[in-house]
T-cell receptor
């Protein structure tokens, strides 16, 4: 199994641009999570899906952020418009239950907004 | 909701010494406590976990203890090695529920040669 696959690995964009992050979970995993990691705030859960349905999006910072899961093998996290404070590493994770074990994390996308 | 606090935020130890990281949680319904290790530039990975029906679990040089009454759990690393240097995250969850894991804020462990 290739594990959770995220793309791109690095993204550099200018303030105001739209950014789309992509994730392919492990086949058979019913749960998919999007996390944001920064030095100041640590590992924050943004949203998670169960069987492609968003269950808890209370961690999504504001309306500029949106996430979709059109099918069991693909999810996107979109930021529009992007701001410098969105700079962070974004991780996607998948698992069989809400707690794992374990949560299988992807390699992350390092986003830099200038 | 659940609140997990983790201490210390940074920890430096000499190679060969022991390291202890502590976490507290607030929700008595939590019954599952994993620890994740994140090496620099890499993804978090599960290293050990414990369920509420046991008080301690060991795996070679790492161990986790749980005190349900006090609502705290700890990670112990003995005979530390440079490759133990990483950020460690504790988490709390409730197996069998729809509630996702709540992570602590992380501890940067540095093992000095």
């Amino acid at each position: 199994d290739a594990g959770v696959i995220q793309s791109p690995r690095h993204e550099v964009t200018e303030m105001g641009q739209e950014v789309t992050l992509r994730c392919k979970p492990i086949s058979g995993h019913d749960y998919l999570f999007w996390y944001r990691q920064t030095m100041m705030r640590g590992l924050e859960l943004l949203i998670y899906f169960n069987n492609n349905v968003p269950i808890d999006d209370s961690g999504m910072p504001e309306d500029r952020f949106s996430a979709k899961m059109p099918n069991a093998s693909f999810s996107t996290l979109k930021i529009q418009p992007s701001e410098p404070r969105d700079s962070a590493v974004y991780f996607c994770a998948s698992s069989l239950t809400p707690q794992g074990p374990p949560l299988h994390f992807g390699n992350g996308t390092r986003l830099t907004v200038t | 909701g659940e609140n997990v606090e983790q201490h210390p935020s940074t920890l430096s130890v000499q190679e060969g010494d022991s390291a202890v990281i502590k976490c507290t949680y607030s929700d008595s319904a939590s019954n599952y406590f994993p620890w994740y290790k994140q090496e620099l530039g890499k993804r978090p990975q599960l290293i050990i976990d414990i369920r509420s029906n046991v008080g301690e679990k060991k795996d070679q040089r790492i161990a986790v203890t749980l005190n349900k009454t006090a609502k705290h759990f700890s990670l112990h690393i003995t005979e530390t090695q440079p490759e133990d240097s990483a950020v460690y995250f504790c988490a709390a969850g409730a197996h069998g529920s729809a509630r996702q894991l709540t992570f602590g804020s992380g501890t940067q462990l540095t093992v000095l040669p």
